[in-house]
Each structure stands twice: as structure tokens, then as C-alpha cells.
């Protein structure tokens, strides 16, 4: 009896947990399918289970707590909603259209209906578009509005065009979205990441934004030339796996961003070990920037029709408190010349 008994506990558990398995993951597909195929980038996030996570705990412990805005101060009183506990899941996409990105979105949590549509409607307008009751949003300080529909009580959609409810009422064909539904199976065991496909002008992009001393030609061309780019996050107890790829169709760009990645990380560790760095960084924040490059893994993968190069890494907790440190640490004060010694003098003029 006490054996069956056991048995029947742990079937029960066993059963709770594939459940909830079954349905974090049909709620995640239902949010990444639809997700326009015309998009750059997606992004999704399983906010529910990353708020289990001990990583994410301490990372929220130390991390700096703004004070929220008027505006958001405002939105919480009047609806109760707190993203950080009523928001279990967000898939956001982002399309580029010259200049100008606009974004779709589709979150699932704990929304107050009622409230929220009073207030939706109070701030701006209501119309409706294929039986979907959409709210018109005058945006913060800027031209665009926000477009918000119920498309049940725990799920929403926004977004900055004005198409929401010709897009929610679009059929979706299955021959762009099957380039993005690979991908998104790819990371399936990922609680947070984004997928991007590549367009032209990132060469550029990095060029122009890139500080005058840290522009590297070579690994802005290879970047350009790849067709995708994934990130993704996994947390695992008290600490969190990194995982960047880039796809290419051309095996001589993996081969170069590959040998690029391996300098980077050689030139890091060589750099942390000089005896200047020793001398003028805090010795557990040098510990940890090595331990975070010693974690890090270059591999090239070979899927057929597309060449992937990923890059591995690991953000510990002695990472995390370094960096906490680092960040409360006061600036050092500048070097002060010593008197009778024209060599080390500021020059006339200078600050």
C-alpha cells in the first residue's frame, strides 16, 4: 500500500509538471506564430519561468530599482498591473520600413480587462475592426499612437501601426514563417532569446557607431554577410548560459568570423593578464572577466544550406557580484602632476 501510494504521489507530480511543460509551450508557439514572416527581428521572453530562476533573483537583488515614472505610476494605479507579476510571456516583432521601425506585440498575464479598457478608452479611442475592439493610444511625448486589443482576457496585442486589426485578421502563409519556425524550435529550450535576419547596412551601422579605437573592418564585413543572428539565454541554478550564433550560406565568411572570435578572446585574456591591467583593475573583477572568457566556446556548425559559427559562455555569480562593485566603485580621481617635472605637466589649454 505505502508503494502504491508512493507511485500515485509521484505519477500525480509527474503528470503537474508535464502540464505545465504543455502548456508553457503551447502558450509560447500560439504567441511566435503570430509573429508577422515580414518582420527583422523577434524577440520573446517566458517571463514566469525566468522569475523562478535563482540567476534572475539575484540579478534583480542588486541591480539598481528606478523609481517608476509619472506616467507608469499612473497606469498602475488606475489598472493594478505590475509587469514584473502579472506578465508571464511577451513575443515582440520589429519591422523596418526605411527610417522608421515600427513593432507587433502579443503578451500573456493577468490583466485586468475592465480596467484597462476604461482606461484605454479614457486616454484615447475606440474602433472596431473585424469584430476586434481596438483602443487608438496617443503615445508619450511622441507622434505615433499605441494600438491595443483584447484578443482574450489574459492575452493582448499592440502596436504602433495602423493596421492591428487587418494584421490580427491577415491569414498567414506558411512560406515565411517556416524560415522563422525553425529558429524558433531551435531555441525552444530557451526562456528568453531573439532571432534577427540580417538586412543590408550593418557593416555601416558598426562602422559609424563603433568608438574610433575598437573599429574592426574585417568582423564588420563578416557580420554583414551573414543571413541570421540568434541570442539566446538559458539560467541553470545560479548562473546563466549565453548562446550567440550567426548562419551564413558561404563557409569561407564562418571560417573568417570564427578565427576573428578566437583573436577577440585571446586579445581579451592577454589584455587581462598584462602588468598594467593587474596593477590598475579590482583583482576579483579581473578573476571574473577571465573566468567569463575561460567559459567561452567558439564552434562552427554545418546545417547544410546555411554555415553557423557559435559562440558559448557562461555569467556566474562571482561575475555578477564584480560587477555590482565595479559599478558602486567611485571614479578614480586624475593623476596629479608633480611639481618641477615639465615631462608630465597638462599642456597649456588642455582640462
Do not use: C
Request: charged letters at 25%; a neutral charge; glycine letters at 8%.
Amino acid at each position: 500500500m505505502a508503494a502504491a501510494a508512493g507511485l500515485l504521489v509521484l505519477s500525480s507530480a509527474g503528470y503537474y509538471v508535464y502540464q505545465r511543460r504543455a502548456a508553457s509551450s503551447s502558450g509560447r508557439n500560439d504567441l511566435l506564430e503570430m509573429m508577422p514572416a515580414d518582420g527583422n527581428a523577434v524577440v520573446f521572453a517566458d517571463l514566469a519561468e525566468l522569475r523562478s530562476s535563482p540567476f534572475v533573483a539575484q540579478l534583480f537583488a542588486w541591480a539598481p530599482q528606478p523609481e517608476p515614472d509619472e506616467d507608469y505610476a499612473k497606469f498602475l494605479n488606475q489598472t493594478g498591473f505590475h509587469y514584473e507579476r502579472d506578465l508571464d510571456r511577451l513575443a515582440i516583432a520589429f519591422q523596418k520600413n526605411g527610417q522608421d521601425t515600427a513593432f507587433f506585440a502579443v503578451a500573456d498575464g493577468r490583466f485586468d480587462r475592465q480596467k484597462i479598457s476604461a482606461l484605454a478608452n479614457k486616454s484615447g479611442t475606440a474602433e472596431k475592426h473585424g469584430g476586434q475592439e481596438v483602443f487608438a493610444i496617443p503615445g508619450s511625448g511622441a507622434a505615433k499612437k499605441i494600438y491595443l486589443t483584447f484578443l482574450s482576457n489574459g492575452r493582448i496585442a499592440l502596436t504602433d501601426r495602423v493596421d492591428l486589426g487587418q494584421s490580427l485578421g491577415k491569414k498567414r502563409s506558411d512560406d515565411g514563417q517556416e524560415e522563422w519556425r525553425s529558429r524558433f524550435e531551435r531555441l525552444g529550450g530557451s526562456p528568453f532569446f531573439a532571432v534577427i535576419r540580417q538586412d543590408a547596412g550593418t557593416e555601416e551601422a558598426l562602422t559609424e557607431r563603433a568608438p574610433g579605437g575598437f573599429r574592426s573592418p574585417q568582423l564588420s564585413t563578416a557580420l554583414d554577410r551573414l543571413q541570421w543572428i540568434t541570442l539566446a539565454g538559458k539560467p541553470e541554478n545560479d548562473r546563466l548560459h549565453v548562446v550567440a550564433e550567426g548562419e551564413s550560406a558561404s563557409q569561407d565568411t564562418a571560417n573568417q568570423l570564427a578565427d576573428l572570435l578566437d583573436g577577440v578572446v585571446a586579445l581579451a585574456e592577454g589584455g587581462l593578464n598584462d602588468a598594467k591591467t593587474r596593477q590598475q583593475l579590482d583583482p576579483s573583477l579581473r578573476e571574473a572577466y577571465l573566468a567569463l572568457l575561460k567559459s567561452t566556446d567558439v564552434s562552427k556548425i554545418d546545417r547544410g544550406d546555411t554555415k553557423s559559427v557559435r559562440i558559448a559562455f557562461e555569467i556566474t555569480p562571482a561575475f555578477l557580484e564584480s560587477a555590482r562593485r565595479a559599478s558602486m566603485s567611485p571614479p578614480a580621481p586624475p593623476a596629479k602632476p608633480v611639481p618641477g617635472n615639465p615631462a608630465i605637466r597638462p599642456k597649456k589649454g588642455s582640462s
